[in-house]
Every structure is written in C-alpha cells, then in structure tokens.
C-alpha cells in the first residue's frame, strides 16, 4: 500500500495533487486549516481512504503534535512507500523588506521554511527506522533563484527550501537509504496566491503590471494539469532522482 501526506489540501494544488494521488490508487491524509470535503467523495469513488487534520502549520506545537500522530498512524501500517508533499505556504509579506514586520516575516518562514523542513525531517527519520521507501517533495518557486522586488521572505524562504531539499539528499544517499528528498517548482497557476499578487500595490511589488497579464493573457496553468505532472513523477518512484529540483516547465 502507498500513503501520501499533502499540505494546504483545502484549495489550489494542494487539493489537485491530493485528488490525483488518490485516483492514482494512494491513501491521502490532507492537512488544511480548513476541511475540503470534494476529497472524501474522491476518495470513496477510488476506494482508497482520506483523513484530514486541521492543523496551523505556523504554530510549531500543533504541528509537531499532529504530524507525530500521522507518521505512527501511517507506518504502523507497513506501507510500500510514503510520500510528504510540502504544498502549504504563503507569500505575504509583500512590501521593501525595510518595511516588513518581524511578527510577519516570522511567520511565513515558519510556514514556509521551518515546517517543511521539520516534517521532512520527522518522516525521513521513521522512514529510515521502518525501512520503507519514503519520498519527499518540497513546492518552491522560480523565486528561489532570483530576487524579486517585494519579496525578500518568499524569495529567501524558497532559496533556503531548495538547499535544504539537495543537503537532505545527499544524507540520504551517503547512508544508503531510500529516502528521497526532492523539490518541484510549479511555474505560475491560476490560484488564490495570484490573485492576491495582481491586487498588490506598485510601490510593494514593482513586477505587479506584469503578473496581471497573465492572468490577461491566459497565460496561467491550471492547477490539475501541475499536479498531474508531478503526481506522474512521484508515482515512478525509482525513476526520482534524489536532491533535484524539478521544474514543471521542463514538461510542458
């Protein structure tokens, strides 16, 4: 059997690539602020399970907590393979860094740096205990290359996701593992997080012109056709390859 982690389940690629990993044949525990009840329905039609867990990914008790509840919920069932994908996260705040909050940047590099990363850890550590196949993927961003005006935490967040996701696998392969961490980066979508990008202010995002012409243009990809590709990844297990960062552009 196979079982598949997924945050930010509740909308967006979150609840795309949980779909699809569920008719894929993959039990799927989704963890959201909020519910997403689609889910359970996909699941009954694929006769596969769905859990879900309301969790706060930037409240670090309650993640640890439930997180910790999941992995012995999941091992205890002597899968074939898990998976982690880190989906959740956030892009505010979005302003000069000179004028961002230290509450505000505090807070989505919880979201988006210490979570993901303390999670991976947690499940690569049962995995290795349990001896079972774990794959993990991070969702970064184009912006983990390049600095972007506004985004100093979202470009800084992501740049520090890709590295941990290549330092993490190169632990895995020298102890001979089969762990894999990988990340994937999912080009711009029409999601929630563009919309809030188009509504931000010239003078906090100077690039703001331009990604409302994606939205203009149609130039923005549908959430399902990321996921599938990703999905399609991750269900070739052995063809992953440790520490890369894929880039959905490479597939489309």
Not at 35 to 41: H, I
Not at 145 to 166: D, H, L, Q
Request: net charge negative.
């Amino acid at each position: 059997m196979r079982y598949a982690v997924v945050t930010g389940v509740s909308k967006g690629l979150g609840e795309s690539i949980a779909q699809l990993l569920m008719e894929s044949g993959i039990h799927v525990t989704g963890i959201s602020r909020y519910k997403n009840d689609k889910l359970n329905e996909v699941a009954s039609a694929n006769s596969v399970t769905y859990q879900h867990f309301s969790c706060d990914l930037s409240h670090m008790e309650e993640t640890e907590k439930t997180f910790q509840q999941i992995s012995e919920d999941i091992f205890s069932q002597e899968p074939d393979t898990v998976y982690l994908i880190n989906n959740a996260g956030v892009l505010e705040p979005i302003d000069k860094s000179m004028n961002t909050q230290s509450a505000d940047v505090a807070h989505h590099i919880q979201v988006n740096a210490t979570s993901p990363i303390i999670l991976t850890n947690l499940f690569l550590k049962k995995a290795a205990e349990r001896d079972v196949r774990f794959i993990s993927t991070m969702i970064t961003s184009g912006a983990a290359e390049r600095p972007v005006y506004g985004w100093s935490a979202y470009c800084s967040s992501k740049a520090g996701i890709n590295m941990f996701t290549k330092t993490a696998a190169l632990e895995q392969d020298e102890l001979k593992t089969q762990n894999k961490v990988i990340a994937f980066s999912p080009g711009i979508m029409d999601t929630d997080m563009q919309e809030k990008i188009r509504q931000s202010d010239k003078d906090a995002f100077i690039e703001v012109d331009q990604f409302r012409g994606y939205k203009q243009n149609n130039q923005l990809k549908d959430p399902d056709t990321v996921g599938g590709i990703l999905v399609d990844i991750l269900t070739d297990e052995t063809s992953v390859v440790n520490g890369k960062i894929y880039s959905v552009t490479d597939y489309l």
